[in-house]
């Protein structure tokens, strides 16, 4: 069984609460919901496949009656973790919800002493851009033509954890 975390991290919104957990595996019709609204949605093979990575790491943010909002994946390998993918439900996005998974990140890859966070984001994404340079990722490359459908650069961005 999936542990919970022990503080986890809470935001209170109009109506209820919202909490990070770890993704259960009764939340992937959730995920998959918001999954096929974005962007270049990965596919459900390539979510389930996602979901048993032996190094991964996944958050959902629920709301007061269970239903997934958003979610956060993650890997890592010894002191470096990657950001795999974050997206929130379109109708609750620019409530503070983005922040509040990668909080719940950070609190996650503190008990392994990481050093740095990478990711990868559409070079057109300034939303994800704001966000992550909001929270500390700086950019450090770009890949041409990485993405498909449609095809677009790619932005390299880190996060160092180290003082
Ligand atoms: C990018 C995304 C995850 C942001 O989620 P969110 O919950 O709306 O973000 P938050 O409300 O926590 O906002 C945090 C910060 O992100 C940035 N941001 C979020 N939405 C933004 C927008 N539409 N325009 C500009 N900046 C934006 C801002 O810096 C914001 O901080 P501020 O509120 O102090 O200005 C969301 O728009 C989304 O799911 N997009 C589709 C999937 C995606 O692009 N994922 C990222 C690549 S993997």
Redo the contacts with the bound molecule.
């Keep these: 069984m999936l542990r919970r975390y022990r503080a986890t991290p809470r935001l209170t919104l109009l109506n209820s609460t919202l909490a990070i957990t770890r993704l259960q595996p009764d939340d992937l019709p959730g995920v998959w919901a918001i999954e096929q609204t974005?962007?270049g949605p990965w596919t459900l093979a390539q979510l389930q496949e996602e979901l048993a990575l032996a190094h991964g790491w996944h958050l959902v943010a629920k709301d007061g009656a269970g239903i997934v909002v958003?979610y956060l994946f993650g890997s890592r390998v010894l002191d470096e973790a990657e950001i795999r993918?974050?997206?929130?439900a379109a109708d609750?996005?620019?409530?503070?919800?983005?922040?509040?998974l990668l909080r719940g990140a950070w609190q996650h890859l503190a008990q392994f002493a990481v050093s740095s966070c990478f990711l990868e984001?559409?070079a057109t994404?300034?939303?994800?851009l704001?966000?992550y340079q909001?929270n500390g990722f700086q950019i450090i490359g770009r890949r041409r033509n990485y993405y498909t459908l449609p095809t677009e650069d790619a932005m390299v961005l880190v996060k160092s954890f180290i003082p």
């Design positions: 974005l962007v958003a993918k974050i997206a929130v609750h996005r620019r409530q503070g919800i983005a922040d509040l984001l559409r994404n300034l939303a994800a704001s966000l909001k």
